[in-house]
């Protein structure tokens, strides 16, 4: 693969890093009522947050599959929900925040250096082109 190629797919996996996180930070508060809930099924089910892997792709690169976070949710005393168990308890997404913080960081500044890396490659294929003009 090029250089342009490989720093390319690091710019499409740092996008797609910050925008499963900025979902999962977004959707936070979206609670659902416990599986097996008596007279819940009117209601949604809880937010179910989604990670991000990243892969070395063979010959240079990466690549990125989006899976759910294992367990999806975690239960939250909200009596006031409708659909809230006896108990009050309802199923809250399971988003750590300072993880969400840390993804957005680390997204950002893969984006950065990969975007640098398509820069640096850029004035040096200039350089080459005046060199042999």
């Known amino acids: 693969m090029s250089i342009l190629s490989i720093a390319a797919s690091g ?43 990243q892969v070395a792709v063979a010959g240079g690169g990466t690549a990125t599959t989006v899976t759910t976070v294992s367990p999806s949710y975690v239960t939250s005393y909200d009596p006031t929900a409708p659909y809230a168990d006896k108990n009050g308890l309802v199923a809250a997404p399971n988003v750590d925040l300072a993880n969400e913080i840390v993804q957005q960081i680390a997204a950002r500044n ?9 820069q640096v490659e850029s004035e040096m294929l200039k350089t080459l082109l005046d060199i042999k003009v």
């Open 110 to 118: 893969d984006f950065a250096a990969n975007a640098k890396v398509i």
């Open 11 to 53: 710019l499409a996996a740092a996008s797609r890093r910050l925008e499963v996180s900025a979902s999962n930070v977004a959707n936070q508060l979206d609670s659902g009522p416990l599986p097996g809930t008596p007279n819940a099924a009117n209601y949604p089910a809880a937010y179910a947050p989604q990670r991000v892997d």
